[in-house]
């Protein structure tokens, strides 16, 4: 260590902060390699929405550019404002469709956007000035879009990532930069399947809501009770559960890439009973999938599925679930309600390799001879008192055909 100065005053105090403002203005300091502090620079290059890290390859920054002008429509050519005006909106409304699907924050000076920018806004606007979307409902749309195709693209590179580190023995730095050679040559066909898959979500939502919606709701009452008139919550949905039990134990004892390759195979596999399941995958939370289906029978149906399936797979641990037949609301992608947390309280309380179910949901099953209902002790649950839980097992039949 260099012993240099070591009567220097100290760095609080009046004389040393004087002196050390003097020796700036007459040593600038010198600029060190990148290596020394990559951290650093990878936060500078990120303050910015344009910025590449000082020490890319020359290659590398040719083939993003590249990929840019083929993603984004051409060159960045706008300023903010200007973009703004062409549409006819002030900068304040334009910068709320921006921030919600996932633009950062830019000054008046940046040059960030292209020609299919403008065209993308001056949509949006148009459909709002056409009485066709409120500002609100605009907003709302911009951010569904945003935030599911942000997920969406995080998780494509990193499938493509470790398909490279899996099968091609590399390095995930080695990976990441070969996939800047592999994605002009995929995009097209990314971009077709997402163009695809959107058409045929659309399709399978327009027919769930024309053929099923009145007959869900219809049983919904006969079984509650309840009316439909002046209901906050208009949907009526079988939601249910199913988590991993102990995997915060499980996770700590795994290193990274065993527990990504776990959460994936939990989630690709429920995904798939829910899908033949006729249901809806709601969402993943890590060790948790929440989903919804039309029909009681139907998220009974998934609900015994996924814990047979998942108790055949000996990479997980045992599960528990909960399904819950009643009204809820569903809200940008997500549902929210009593029905939602009601099965969730269940699925806290199902014994591992059980699955729970209310009395109205038992209730709509009984005459089934494909379930078996078996009333459990009654229970004080937080939010809804004392309630009587039922453990849903299998009956006649064989269920869902899982192949």
Request: glycine share 8%.
């Amino acid at each position: 260590m260099s012993t240099e100065h070591t009567n220097t005053p100290r760095a609080d105090s009046p004389q040393s902060a004087a002196e050390a403002v003097r020796g700036a203005r007459q040593h600038p300091p010198v600029a060190t390699p990148a290596e020394s502090d990559p951290i650093l620079e990878l936060a500078q290059a990120m303050e910015g929405p344009l910025r590449i890290p000082a020490h890319t390859p020359d290659a590398v920054r040719d083939t993003v550019a590249s990929l840019e002008r083929r993603l984004i429509g051409g060159q960045r050519e706008f300023r903010r404002r200007e973009v703004a005006s062409e549409a006819g909106v002030s900068l304040h409304s334009a910068r709320k469709l921006w921030r919600a699907i996932g633009f950062p924050e830019l000054s008046d000076d940046e040059v960030f956007f292209t020609q299919a920018d403008k065209e993308a806004l001056g949509t949006m606007v148009g459909m709002v000035r056409e009485g066709k979307l409120t500002e609100e409902t605009a907003i709302s749309l911009m951010r569904s879009v945003g935030q599911m195709t942000d997920r969406m693209v995080v998780w494509q590179i990193e499938a493509l990532v470790e398909d490279m580190i899996a099968n091609q023995n590399m390095s995930d730095r080695q990976a990441r930069r070969q996939l800047f050679s592999l994605l002009p040559e995929i995009i097209p066909a990314i971009e077709d399947l997402l163009l695809y898959s959107w058409r045929r979500q659309l399709n399978s939502a327009v027919h769930r809501m024309a053929l099923r919606v009145e007959t869900g709701v219809a049983a919904y009452q006969q079984d509650s009770g309840e009316s439909d008139g002046g209901t906050p919550l208009p949907l009526a949905r079988a939601v249910g559960f199913a988590d991993l039990v102990s995997y915060t134990s499980l996770s700590r004892r795994m290193n990274e890439r065993t527990l990504a390759q776990l959460v994936q195979r939990f989630e690709a596999k429920c995904a798939e009973i829910i899908s033949v399941g006729g249901g809806r995958l709601v969402k993943t939370i890590g060790d948790e999938v929440l989903y919804v289906a039309e029909t009681p029978q139907a998220g009974a149906q998934i609900a015994l599925s996924l814990s047979r399936e998942l108790a055949k797979d000996e990479m997980f641990p045992q599960t528990r679930g909960a399904v819950v037949w009643g009204r809820l609301l569903s809200r940008l992608g997500d549902i929210y309600g009593p029905t939602v947390n009601m099965a969730a309280r269940l699925t806290s309380l199902a014994e591992p390799g059980s699955v729970l179910t209310d009395a109205i949901t038992a209730n709509t099953l009984r005459n089934d001879a494909r379930f078996v209902l078996t009333a459990q002790e009654i229970t004080a649950v937080r939010g809804f008192g004392d309630i009587q839980p039922y453990e849903l097992s299998a009956g006649e039949g064989e269920g869902l055909v899982i192949d």
